[in-house]
């Protein structure tokens, strides 16, 4: 039955997410937003949003290591399994603002975290604002920078602009209540297999978990890799690092403080998901420059494969 809840909090965590992504882009619409600034704000958040409810629910529930586990579990499953796979079907172009601005910001908010933890072993709420003040810096750099360069952001649906308020509402009540609902089922399906199997609850939520919340990103970017069509951007996969780190460990630790629970994150984790973060700049310029290529994607499968096989065997 647990294995059950944690299937159905999934796919109600997709649908959810689904759901609020595309009434945040109309209604975003309707204030008329920008199409740049939607692509790089708007839809960020809301696709952060099934991280945001799982880690808010296991932090209410008590279980902080799910909270943190989640969000890093899921940043070294957005290079190691989504980027990984994605180069192996179809290698990646590495633009320069790469690492002149996202690796660099990715980086320091990573460390910066590391940092915050281990001063005091607990995320307070001070800190989450901190978190949150600094993504605002972040947004506001990022804009400024795409509106200087003319980036146009293309995996926003114009269609939307023309969506009726009564569907924007229903959009609104159903990804909440999935959303709610998927969280509910996943963290509590998730805690019962850790004691069943005789885990942690970190184990799960860095494996079982992340993996879960990674899988919509990694559909999206194999069918897109397999169509030959432009996959995912390097871009899009950091700035999810960096929404995963401020957005939903801010905001959860403004409402309820996380504390670190098992020495592991601290220990093993967190310096796993810094490492996979740091090998991006040597893969992108040795020996082909600029190119993410199938061996690449390899290597970085390899070495997620090789985390989770750790993970479980310690």
Known sequence: MSILFILIGLALLVVGGEFLVRASVALSFKFEISKM?????????ATSAPELLVSLQAALNGFSDISLGNVIG???????????????ISPLMVDRDFYRFNWPVMML?????????STGDELSRIEGVILLV???????LLIRRARRVQIEVEEVDESLAVTTNFKIGAWLIIGGLALW???ELLV????????????????????VIAIGTSVPELAASVVA????????????????????????????????PIFVASDAILNIDIFWMMGFAFILIPLAFLPEKFILSRYKGIVLFAAYAVYIALTFIN
């Open 37 to 45: 600034v939607i692509g790089l704000t708007v839809v960020s958040f």
């Open 134 to 140: 600094a993504l605002g810096l972040y947004l506001f």
């Open 74 to 88: 899921s940043n070294i499953a957005n290079i190691g399994l989504v980027l990984g796979i994605t180069a192996i």
């Open 188 to 207: 509590s399906g998730a805690v019962d297999v850790a004691g069943m199997l005789g885990v942690s609850e970190r184990v799960i939520s860095v494996t």
């Open 225 to 256: 890799a397999l169509r030959k069509e432009k996959a995912i951007s390097l871009g899009n996969l950091i700035g999810s690092n960096i929404f995963n780190i401020a957005s939903v460990l801010g905001i959860t630790a403004i409402i309820q």
């Open 181 to 183: 609902g998927g969280s």
């Open 109 to 117: 908010f990573s460390i910066a975290l590391y940092f915050l933890l």
